[in-house]
Structure formats: C-alpha cells, structure tokens
C-alpha cells in the first residue's frame, strides 16, 4: 500500500517508572510488527512523566500536557510508582488525574485465563475463566466527595462519600450493555453491588441495569452479585461470568482478585476508555522496582494492553492477530511460568517471540 495512504494513528507514549520502560518497549515491537501486518502506522509521541521526572522538577502531569494528550489517537502507560516518592502523589497526579479529566469513564478489564497451569483454582482452565469486568472508572469513592475535621485530635471525623448520579451511572451502563451483546457470548450482564446496604447508590444502579436492560436489550440476559458474594463465585464458578459492570471501588478491588484467577499481574491489561474520547492502556502490574532493568519482567500484560488499543483503535483484525499471537506463544511450551524471573526467556525475548507470531 501507499504509504501515503498508510491510515496513521498518533499514540502518547508514557512508559512511566521502574520496569515500565522495559514492557512498553516489547509493547511497541510487537504493535509495529501488527501495524506493518495490517498496514496502518503508529507514531508515537514520548512523554516522561512519573517518578524521576517528580523528584527532579516537583511536577507530576502540567495541564498542557493533559491539552496535548487529547490530541492524540490514544494513550499508553508502562507504569508508575516510584520507591523514592510517597504512595498516592503519582498515582493521583498522574494516573487518576488522566483518568478524570480526559474522562475515561470505563475501566475495561478482560479476563482471560490463557494455560490451565498458571491458574491458581483447582480444576479450572482456559474455558472457564474468560469474562470482562466493566468498571465504572471516574466516580464513585474516587472522587474524593468528603474531607475530615479537628484532624489529628481524637476526635477526628473522615468522610469519603460514594457519588453518583444517573447519567453517569447510565453511560456506564450502555457502555456494558453494548459491549455484552457485541461479545455475542453467553449475552449475560452481571452487574456488582451490594444493594442490600449501599440503599441508595445501589438502588440507583440496580434500576439503572433493570430499566435500561428491559428498555434497549432484551436479547442480553440481566443478572446479580453482591459484591461480598462475587468474590467468592470468582473462586468457586468463574465460568458463570460473561460480562461484568460495577462501580469504581468495588471494581478496583475485584479486578485484582481476577487478575490472580487469570494468572496474575503478568498477563492482565486493561484500559481506561472514553468512548468518545481519548482513551488510555496499561498492563496492571506496578513498576517492580526490584526487577528493573534486569531483562526479566514479563511484558505479556503490555503486548495485550496494547491490543486493546488496536481494537478500540478500530484496528480489530490487527488487535484480534495480537490476541492470537500471545495465545499461541503462551501455549506454544517456551514460556515456563508468568512469574517475573521465571519465564525461561527474557523480556526482550518473549517480546521478540510475540512480535514474530503477529
Ligand atoms: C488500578 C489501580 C489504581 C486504582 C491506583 C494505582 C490509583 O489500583 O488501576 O486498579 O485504584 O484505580
Ligand atoms: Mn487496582
């Protein structure tokens, strides 16, 4: 093809701290070998914003680069977290700050289990752990709603107020119910509450799933966990999940549980989504600092997270190859464990594995 006529894609590049530079690079290789395949071209536009960057000049994300990042196709993040800066500065001033004012407002979390031994629930296998989590990602608890007084004295009183309001409940909602019939699978929307004391806010999205559900989709099947009670399906019956949505914290902490179902933090991507906007990938694990630089972090996480980008890119042919490229090298005997240090092979060496089968 021309390559004029190449369609091209700008991404903003933040491969972040610690081992993110390393997994971003093998995301890279692979997604070039994808674009060249599929003959689309991505140009990358590099930003350093994270840890080192904070200790040196005090800033975490300036708000022209937030004006610059919606200028771009899409965004993608290695990782942030730095041991040499206290919990909470980057995660907020970087990740979370992204997240809200480009208003990400899905969290898209793909559960995939890909070999039967890296899964941690006896007898289970890849058939039955595949499902996604829909997690609502700019409300809720996280927007900081509250505050506390005669802080410091024993007095003390805390708040953290769980907000939301009907459109935002809703846009969540017909984002789930969308992609549940897209997927074409079992066509089961879970949503994940726990109505029978969060009186309100639970009320609100339990109707929000019911009204719209009997309204717009009566080819998708309704259905629901409390949350407690999810936790414990995770474990006992993933294979009854299809689809899952939820609110924000609630999907922060069972995202992590079905990370682990799916064979930990090496493999789980995700992607924070505007759909009418810029959206934002990333592989789940934190920086690892004790393994940066040592060729031995797994970048499968990243190579996926940057799949997804493909596919809401439009790219699903390229994304889907991407999919299948990790499937088979992941079952192909060369990758021993998921486990950082313990793949038998190097980052740079699953990456160029990867790349080779797209
Ligand atoms: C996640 C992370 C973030 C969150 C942190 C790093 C702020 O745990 O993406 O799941 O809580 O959303
Ligand atoms: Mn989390």
């Known amino acids: ?46 930003y350093d914003f994270g840890g080192d960057r904070y200790l040196k000049t005090g800033e975490t994300l300036p708000d022209s680069a937030l004006e610059e990042f919606r200028k771009h196709s899409a965004l993608y993040l290695g990782a942030i977290g730095h041991p040499g800066v206290k919990p909470g500065i980057l995660e907020c001033g970087i990740l979370l700050k992204t997240r809200f004012v480009l208003d990400q407002y899905i969290n898209l979390r793909p559960v995939k289990l890909y070999r039967k031994e890296d899964c941690p629930l006896k007898d289970k296998e890849p058939k039955d752990v595949d499902f996604v989590v829909i997690r609502e990602n700019t409300g809720g608890i996280y927007t900081g709603v509250g505050g506390a007084v005669q802080k410091g004295t024993n007095l003390e009183v805390a708040t953290q107020v769980m907000v939301y309001s009907r459109p935002v409940v809703d846009r969540c909602m017909k984002f789930a119910y969308e992609y549940t019939r897209r997927r074409n699978r079992k066509k089961m929307l879970t949503l994940v509450h726990k109505c029978n004391v969060l009186t309100h806010c639970g009320d609100l999205w339990v109707r929000a799933h019911k009204e719209m559900g009997d309204r717009d989709y009566p ?121 950082a240090g313990r793949m038998g092979l190097g980052t740079a060496q699953v990456g160029d594995l990867i790349a080779g089968l797209v």
């Open 1 to 46: 093809m021309n390559r004029l006529m190449k369609k091209t894609y700008s991404i903003g590049l933040i491969p972040g701290d610690g081992t993110g530079p390393e997994v971003t690079r093998e995301a890279v290789k692979v997604l070039g070998a994808a674009s060249q395949k599929f003959g689309f071209q991505l140009d990358y536009t590099p």
């Open 219 to 339: 080819d998708v099947k309704q259905d629901y966990n409390h949350v407690d009670a999810c936790t414990m399906w995770f474990v006992k019956q993933p294979e009854w999940y299809d689809v899952i949505v939820t609110e924000n914290l609630f999907g922060d902490i069972i995202t992590d549980l079905a990370a682990i179902v799916q064979g930990g933090l090496g493999v789980a991507a995700g992607g924070n989504i505007n759909p009418e906007g810029v959206s934002m990938f990333e592989c789940m694990g934190g920086s690892a600092p004790k393994y940066t630089g040592k060729n031995v972090i797994n970048p499968i996480a990243a190579i996926a997270a940057g799949g997804m980008m493909l596919d809401t890119l439009g790219e699903t042919e390229a994304a889907a190859a991407v999919d299948k490229a990790v499937t088979t090298a992941l079952t192909g005997g060369k990758i021993q464990s998921l486990a």
